[in-house]
T-cell receptor, first 115, second 112 residues
Framework: SAVISQKPSRDICQRGTSLTIQCQVDSQVTMMFWYRQQPGQSLTLIATANQGSEATYESGFVIDKFPISRPNLTFSTLTVSNMSPEDSSIYLC????????????FGEGSRLTVL | SQQGEEDPQALSIQEGENATMNCSYKTSINNLQWYRQNSGRGLVHLILIRSNEREKHSGRLRVTLDTSKKSSSLLITASRAADTASYFCATDATPGTYKYIFGTGTRLKVLA
């Protein structure tokens, strides 16, 4: 199984600020996925990040609000920009360890609270 | 939009009893997966069932898939307090894209 480290694990942020979440995987992976889980809700896919290309965003998510970097095959960052209380969520990084298996491994998540 | 709808939304049972959760989805799939989430932490993969499979077992878990009804069920037998968690089904939203859409989840509470 993959080991995925996310930082920060939690943070309390002020409205209008931005926060960058880091995701480090212990092996090289082609695609990394960023999900959001609002309080008491299920997971919603934000974007898919491939190394060397721009991230592909899902409907309702835009690059200006959630810029993503993927500088290499083991690392990605998600920035939540100009935060508002509605951005309070758990943000989860995920990888498909072996392409085509469909099995996702998740980081422990970053729980953001925006005041 | 949510691909999977799960029921019940919440389930409370006694230790030793069986727990059954259901998932319905809307479009054709290559596979369906079940995940567990403890207390808002990261998700743990439980089991994957492919569209050409009807039933799969893993330890105390039994998953069924009915593609004609676009539904799946997860059965946990002889439940334990440690099984208390939220359970989510996930489907490949567009087969071949490696993107997975999660259901609404079932919150299971197992009472000791």
């Amino acid at each position: 199984s993959a080991v995925i480290s996310q930082k920060p694990s939690r943070d309390i942020c002020q409205r209008g600020t931005s926060l960058t979440i880091q995701c480090q995987v212990d092996s090289q992976v082609t695609m990394m996925f960023w999900y959001r889980q609002q309080p008491g809700q299920s997971l919603t896919l934000i974007a898919t990040a491939n190394q060397g290309s721009e991230a592909t965003y899902e409907s309702g998510f835009v690059i200006d609000k959630f810029p993503i970097s993927r500088p290499n095959l083991t690392f990605s960052t998600l920035t939540v920009s100009n935060m508002s209380p509605e951005d309070s969520s758990i943000y989860l990084c995920s990888v498909e360890r072996q392409l085509g298996t469909g099995e996702l491994f998740f980081g422990e998540g970053s729980r953001l609270t925006v005041l | 939009s949510q691909q999977g709808e799960e029921d019940p939304q919440a389930l409370s049972i006694q230790e030793g009893e069986n727990a059954t959760m259901n998932c319905s989805y809307k479009t054709s799939i290559n596979n369906l997966q079940w995940y567990r989430q403890n207390s808002g932490r990261g998700l743990v993969h439980l089991i994957l069932i492919r569209s050409n499979e009807r039933e799969k077992h893993s330890g105390r878990l039994r998953v069924t898939l009915d593609t004609s009804k676009k539904s799946s069920s997860l059965l946990i037998t002889a439940s334990r307090a440690a099984d208390t968690a939220s359970y989510f089904c996930a489907t490949d939203a567009t087969p071949g894209t490696y993107k997975y859409i999660f259901g609404t989840g079932t919150r299971l509470k197992v009472l000791a």
